[in-house]
């Protein structure tokens, strides 16, 4: 499975039909248990107005999603790739293998 997260600003129009939230979250469920994307939520204070933590098992899976939701138009999202640490790690070590030369780090 792949993670993404989607920072989250609701439109003018999510915010005046605010008590349609709960019809439109259905809809999303709904296409998330279609596509077989697990997601979890916090509502946030600050620049954004909520933080989405998405497990897709595809980037198509995840963008159909994204699409479906931009289709109700309550939100605008920023969406990015995330990498936990059992997959990010890995990616240090390849780089630790091919070790450029360290001098440059060395006089810092």
Known sequence: MKTFISLVKM???GKSEITRSLKRGEIVAKARERLGISMQYYMTMGAYDFVLVFEAPSDEAMAELLLIIGQIGAINTETMPAFTD???????EKL???EPNNDKLSEK
């Open 96 to 98: 630790s293998a091919i």
């Open 11 to 13: 439109t003018g129009t």
């Open 86 to 92: 059992r997959t990010y790690m890995p990616l240090l």
